[in-house]
């Protein structure tokens, strides 16, 4: 196995193939072991609970734009809001993020307020 020329080990190349062989046994059997020992563990899902969001939603709807301008905790302030700025827009609309519906329009400045279903 080992000869010592001027005073330096040699090895062969069949130990140097025996010692990658044996390091890369080494390896996967700590890589499979560290594997079960993660899926072993007992691993519960987290469930988080629905929440529903509350709150109005001003959004500009028309043929170019349908984006979210506004998010307000109650009716009167997107009311409020929807009165500001219907002198320039026709095309905001108020939606109750609890149930999706149209609560108010600018509908040619006039702020018009839905109380049934659209």
């Known amino acids: 196995m080992n000869s010592l020329k001027n005073n330096k080990p040699t090895y062969n190349k069949n130990m140097k193939l ?6 890369c046994f080494a390896i996967t059997i700590a890589y499979v072991t560290y594997v079960d020992l993660c899926n072993s563990q007992e691993q519960t899902p987290v469930i988080i609970p629905e929440q529903v969001a509350g709150g ?11 984006e979210r301008l506004e998010l307000t905790q109650t009716l009167d302030e997107a009311l ?16 109750d993020l609890a149930t999706g519906m149209q609560v108010g329009s600018s509908g040619n400045g006039n702020g018009v307020i839905y109380t049934g279903a659209n």
């Open 18 to 23: 025996e010692l990658r062989i044996f390091i």
């Open 56 to 66: 109005f939603e001003i959004r500009l709807q028309n043929d170019y734009d349908n």
């Open 80 to 95: 409020t809001y929807l009165k500001r700025y219907s002198m320039h827009h026709e095309d905001l609309f108020v939606y």
